[in-house]
C-alpha cells in the first residue's frame, strides 16, 4: 500500500488522479485478500442522518473486516439530535450542539463518518455543505463523507467498476444520463459521477431534460477544468439519441432541478415530462457496447426497465460490492501509519 497525505476524506476535489488510482489498486488487492488487522484497536463512529443500506453495511463490515470497530448512530433516532446553527437558542428538536457532539465523538473514535443529505430548502445554504463542514471544524479526529451534496465513497466504487470493465478510461465516453424518479432527489451522486469520470480523462456527456436539470456551476466548471486538463471534452446534452451514441458506460441517475429547488410542486410539472428518460434497451443499443450502472438504490421500469437492470451489461451490483473494497482502501490510507511500499 501507498500511503496518501489526506486527513480527511470529504471530497476528491484535492486528490490528484495519481492518489485516487492508488486507492483503486489497494480497493483491488482487498477484493482478492480481504482481512487484515490494520485498523486494529481503531474505531469509529459512523452517524447516518438519512437512510442507507449499501452504504451502512459496506463501511460497517469493512471495518471489521479490518479489525477495527464501528458504531452507527441515527441523530434524531437512536442519538440525541443535533444543531449545527451557533448562537442559536435550542428551544426546537435537537438536544445537544455539533460542538459538544463533535468534541465527545472525539474522544471515543479515531474516526467520525457522517451521511446527511441536503434539506431541499434551499439550495444555496445547502451548497455549502455545512454539516459536514461543522464536524471537520469542531471534531479533532478525521471525517469521511458517506454522501452530502457529494458521494466520494461511490465515486471509488464507480472508477473501480468503470476501469474493470474499460481499461484505459481516458477519452473513453462517459454518459451521465439524468433518469426519471417520482421525486426531486439529491444532485449528489451526478456530481460525483461527472468529477471522477472528468479526473481521469473520460470524454464526459451530460445528458438531462432541460437547461432546468444542468448541475450546479460548481460541478460543471469542476468537471470542465478537469477534461480541460487530460485534454477530453466536456459536453451537455438534451438529445438522447445524440448523447447514448457511442457511449462507452452509461451512469443513470435522477435528480431534482436546481431551480425549483425547495419547490417540489413546481418542479413535479416538469420532471413528469420526462419520464422518457427511463434508461431502456433501445437506448442502450445505440451505445458502444456499454456497460450500465447506477448507484443503487433504483425502482425498476422507472429509473431503468427490468430488461437493462436483468442484463449482462448492468453492473451495478458490482459496483455496490466496490464500494465494501473502495472504502477499506480509503480507510487504509487515512488512519493507518503503513508507509509507501510496505505490505498491509
Ligand atoms: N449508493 C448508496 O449510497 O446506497 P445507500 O443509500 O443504500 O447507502
Known amino acids: ?19 485516487l488510482n492508488q486507492l483503486l489498486v489497494d480497493a483491488n488487492r482487498l477484493k482478492n485478500d480481504p482481512h487484515n488487522q490494520s485498523l486494529k484497536n481503531k474505531s469509529f463512529a459512523l452517524l447516518f442522518l438519512n437512510p442507507s443500506m449499501r452504504t451502512r453495511t459496506s463501511f460497517e463490515i469493512g471495518i471489521q473486516q479490518l479489525g477495527g470497530v464501528a458504531v452507527i448512530l441515527q441523530p434524531g433516532k437512536d442519538a440525541w439530535g443535533i444543531e449545527f446553527e451557533n448562537g442559536t437558542v435550542m428551544d426546537g428538536e435537537a438536544e445537544e450542539h455539533i460542538k459538544e457532539v463533535a468534541a465527545v465523538l472525539s474522544t471515543y473514535v479515531d474516526g467520525i463518518a457522517i451521511r446527511a443529505f441536503p434539506k431541499f430548502i434551499d439550495w444555496q445554504i445547502d451548497k455549502q455543505d455545512l454539516v459536514i463542514k461543522a464536524f471537520a471544524k469542531y471534531a479533532t479526529v478525521p471525517i469521511i463523507n458517506m454522501e452530502t451534496i457529494v458521494h466520494p465513497c461511490q465515486e471509488l466504487a464507480l472508477m473501480m467498476t468503470v476501469k474493470k470493465h474499460l481499461g484505459e478510461v481516458k477519452y473513453k465516453k462517459f454518459l451521465m444520463t439524468w433518469t426519471y424518479h417520482p421525486k426531486p432527489l439529491n444532485t449528489a451522486v451526478a456530481n460525483s459521477g461527472i468529477s471522477i469520470s472528468s479526473k481521469f480523462g473520460m470524454d464526459v456527456t451530460l445528458l438531462c431534460p432541460s437547461p432546468d436539470y444542468i448541475l450546479d456551476e460548481k460541478y460543471i466548471e469542476l468537471a470542465k477544468q478537469n477534461c480541460a486538463d487530460n485534454g477530453s471534452t466536456f459536453t451537455i446534452s438534451h438529445d438522447i439519441e445524440e448523447a447514448y451514441k457511442d457511449a462507452d458506460f452509461v451512469y443513470a441517475k435522477s435528480w431534482g432541478a436546481l431551480p425549483f429547488y425547495g419547490n417540489p410542486k413546481e418542479e413535479w410539472e416538469q420532471r413528469r415530462k420526462y419520464q422518457h428518460f427511463m434508461v431502456d434497451q433501445h437506448k442502450m443499443s445505440l451505445t458502444n457496447q456499454a456497460k450500465f450502472s447506477h448507484c443503487l438504490p433504483l425502482r425498476r421500469n422507472i429509473k431503468a426497465t427490468d430488461a437493462v437492470m436483468d442484463a449482462d451489461y448492468c453492473v451495478a451490483v458490482e459496483e455496490a460490492e466496490n464500494r465494501l473494497h473502495a472504502q477499506k482502501a480509503m480507510l487504509m490510507n487515512i488512519f493507518c501509519e503503513v508507509k509507501s511500499g510496505e505490505k498491509s
Open 1 to 19: 500500500m501507498h500511503k496518501v497525505s489526506h486527513k480527511n476524506f470529504i471530497n476528491t476535489e484535492n486528490w490528484s488522479q495519481a492518489e
